[in-house]
């Protein structure tokens, strides 16, 4: 299937971020599949789901941080990474290691690497502007602690000021609310809304239900494919419980079985859109589960 | 005895073997920092060992024992190492100290296999690869301290001293250079690759300079003292400083003087104390590296072990004298004999009414000791905060109120970074045992 047409007449061509029929494997298991979404502009938007539903996968493989099996993410319309300089990005706070002997300050200035290319040092005007971010976020004077001296709700502004750095027009978050304390959370809803006001797309990968309507325009369901996506409230909105029961509903979707199935298989079978269209008409047949059949011959 | 009655030995034995020792401390050390954060100080040990078939294959294939031609086979078995070691980790699925296990002894086994079948009859020597042979180096032009005044002396530099100084060199300068680059890609490689800096160039950078590294050096001083200068220097620097840069250059110090004493210890020690013969000098760097590492966890400033005993001492006396302070109102409050108003005893009961009395916070009379004011005023500030704790864990946590007191007694010495006492603000004038919150 044709991955490289210049213009895909169901996509917007504006919008920050556009996800068009990815599937993500993980050793041959998929975690998302067949995911469509366009992020709409200057919009504060959460991913939610359920814990492996793929929030933080979506967010690497627009990051191009993990491979695609099939499909494309373009970003304000162009696809790869040609335009991934427009990206911030704040990584899971337990990703990295809190000991690693650097400061605060020079965690934020990260943030302009970018822009300094290989050979640039960071200089002067970058420690400013890394300072400043620091200063949106509430953090000017812990500049030079040692990242581990922080507190949890400290370590998680540090890399929000870190992706101001990259002054983007595009950020994607993932978890940024999580454990942190409660002036940090309202100290990141304010930069979130800071940024939406200077014309900025966050989208956020969010664990808290309830306060999804108060901080967030739009939302996401996401339970390894798209349940749902469109505004929280207003007319035509998706955050409704029987799209909530859909995302976190209890029982093991066929989909889902079937990915457990592909992945005990093991090689030699194609994963992706094609193989789920085969799965669906196995059902459609059958109405089996499909990890009911066998799966290797008798002898092996 | 060298030393003093022989200046040409000086010259020609001493002063190349402590150069390239130095050298090959100081380049292992500089890169052992971003292995170490890398959480991957192991790969280097592996690599010291992996690279032992690629220099016996370069020299079955091109028949020299030239150093580019080893250069060339050694770098290309450490950074095929560090690629199988990820393989295997992946496919595999084992943790990467297991891979990294796996995939050197397999290597140097074959390393050992091949030399011994295949390369028997040239001087290639196992022994030589774990222990090197500082002590054989000569700088045969170095008769003289007048011979070092002519530039054909310092071009007879012997090769591994030179080798090693332009790697050094090399290894520096790609340091300074892509510092900040390391530093993000061992801090947070996925941040490195969504900045379009990728990771994997980084570390592929890394792995050919460690395994360059480690060839220059093994000749010289083997890989025993590859793998202790790429741990020990960093992993000793780390505990003096939070700083990476800073890290990075106390570790290259701290290698350099780990050679010089090591050396110093192994060929001239034994003659002091009357030994025969003289160590092994590779192996006494080693040594020396544990050493220090051992004294940094030791002495360390802020995480070493004494810093926290003392900063633990502090904060027991501190607590015992506050629990002395504590006791005095409550027997002022007319509960004396309560199990809560006995003052702390023993030794750090002593100390702690020694510490009160000089503070002023105490004073002796006939029967004991009393609060002065000042003292009463800081026993009330310990007191409230105590039930302002017991009545918040009764309050707001639920819990039953005949079992806050032992919390509460932990709770009330608790301060903010700050230094201020830390306790939740009750609007409540009474705590759960119906006594006044003063």
Not at chain 1, 157 to 167: M, S, T
Not at chain 2, 282 to 301: E, Q, S, T
Request: hydrophobic share 50%; with cysteine.
């Amino acid at each position: 299937m044709a991955t490289t047409a210049p213009h895909r007449p169901e996509h917007r061509a504006d919008s920050p971020l556009s996800v068009h029929d990815v599937t993500v494997t993980y050793h041959r298991r998929p975690v998302l599949w067949d995911i469509d979404y366009d992020a709409p502009a200057g919009a504060l938007v959460a991913i939610v789901g359920p814990n492996g539903a793929g929030k933080s996968t979506l967010i690497k493989a627009a990051l191009g941080l993990v491979p695609v099996a099939t499909g494309e993410v373009r970003i304000f319309g162009k696809p790869g990474m040609a335009n991934r300089s427009l990206v911030g990005y704040v990584p899971q706070r337990e990703s990295v290691d809190w000991d690693f002997p650097i400061s605060a300050l020079e965690v934020v200035a990260m943030g302009r690497y970018r822009r300094l290319g290989w050979l640039r040092p960071v200089g002067r005007a970058d420690l400013d502007a890394a300072r400043e971010c620091m200063a949106r976020v509430g953090i000017a004077d812990l500049a030079d602690r040692q990242i581990g001296q922080l507190s949890g709700g400290q370590q998680q502004r540090v890399f929000i000021a870190r992706a101001l750095a990259q002054e983007a027009r595009l950020y994607l978050m993932d978890e940024p609310f999580a454990g942190v304390d409660a002036s940090t959370e309202r100290a990141i809803v304010d930069v979130l809304r800071d940024l939406r006001a200077g014309g900025r797309t966050v989208i956020c990968v969010h664990h808290d239900l309830q306060t999804v309507p108060e901080y967030f325009d739009h939302v996401l369901l996401l339970n390894t494919r798209v349940i749902a996506a469109g505004p929280v409230s207003g007319p035509g909105a998706v955050f409704t419980p029987a799209n909530l029961h859909k995302t976190y509903g209890g029982r093991l979707t066929l989909l889902e079985r079937a990915a457990e199935a592909l992945a005990r298989a093991g090689g030699g079978v194609a994963v992706g859109p094609d193989a789920a269209r085969v799965v669906d008409g196995a059902t459609v047949i059958g109405g089996a589960g499909v990890e009911d059949r066998p799966h290797r011959s008798p002898g092996a | 005895m060298i030393l003093a009655q022989m200046p040409s030995l000086l010259l020609s034995v001493d002063v190349p073997a402590v150069l390239a020792a130095v050298l090959s401390a100081c380049v292992c050390a500089l890169l052992g920092n971003f292995l170490l954060l890398r959480k991957m100080a192991m790969l280097g040990d592996a690599i010291s060992h992996a690279i032992l078939p690629g220099i016996v294959i370069s020299f079955l294939l091109l028949g020299t024992r030239s150093t580019p031609a080893m250069l060339a086979g050694a770098a290309a078995a450490g950074v095929l190492t560090a690629v199988i070691v990820e393989v295997v980790r992946r496919l595999g699925r084992v943790e990467a100290g297991a891979a990294i296990g796996v995939v050197f002894s397999a290597m140097f086994a074959l390393g050992v296999v091949l030399m011994e079948r295949a390369a028997r009859n040239v001087d290639l020597d196992a022994d030589c690869v774990l222990y090197g042979a500082l002590e054989s180096i000569r700088w045969g032009a170095a008769t003289s301290w007048a011979s070092l005044g002519s530039a054909e002396t310092w071009l007879a530099m012997p090769r591994q001293v030179t080798t090693l100084l332009v790697l050094g060199l090399v290894s520096a300068a790609a340091v300074v250079v892509f510092f900040k680059h390391l530093r993000l890609a061992c801090f947070d490689s996925a941040m490195a690759d969504a900045l379009g800096f990728p990771s994997w160039i980084i570390h592929t950078g890394l792995t050919v300079l460690v395994a360059a590294a480690t060839v220059a050096s093994f000749e010289a001083v083997g890989s025993i003292l590859v793998v202790s200068m790429l741990v020990c220097p960093p992993a000793a620097a780390r505990h003096l400083t939070d700083r990476l840069s800073r890290q990075v250059v106390l570790s290259v110090i701290i290698a350099g003087v780990c050679a010089v004493s090591g050396y110093v210890l192994a060929i001239v020690g034994p003659e002091w104390v009357g030994f025969g013969h003289s160590l092994q000098a590779a192996g006494m760097i080693a040594v020396m590296g544990g050493v220090v590492l051992l004294a940094c966890i030791v002495c360390g400033p802020r995480h070493g072990l004494i810093a926290r005993r003392i900063r633990q001492r502090q904060l027991a006396r501190t607590v015992a004298r506050e629990d002395l302070l504590g006791a005095l109102w409550r027997i002022e409050e007319g509960r004396a004999g309560e199990p809560a108003a006995r003052p702390p005893v023993g030794a750090a009961g002593r100390s702690a009414r020694r510490e009160a009395i000089r503070a002023g916070e105490i004073e002796s009379t006939v029967g004991g000791v009393r609060l002065t004011a000042l003292g009463r005023e800081r026993a009330r500030e310990i007191i409230r905060a105590h039930r302002q704790w017991e009545t918040y864990l009764v309050d707001e946590l639920g819990h039953r109120p005949d079992h806050v007191h032992r919390t509460a007694e932990a709770l009330e010495h608790v301060r903010t970074p700050g230094g201020e006492r830390l306790a939740p603000d009750q609007p409540r004038s009474r705590d759960p045992h119906d006594r006044e919150i003063p």
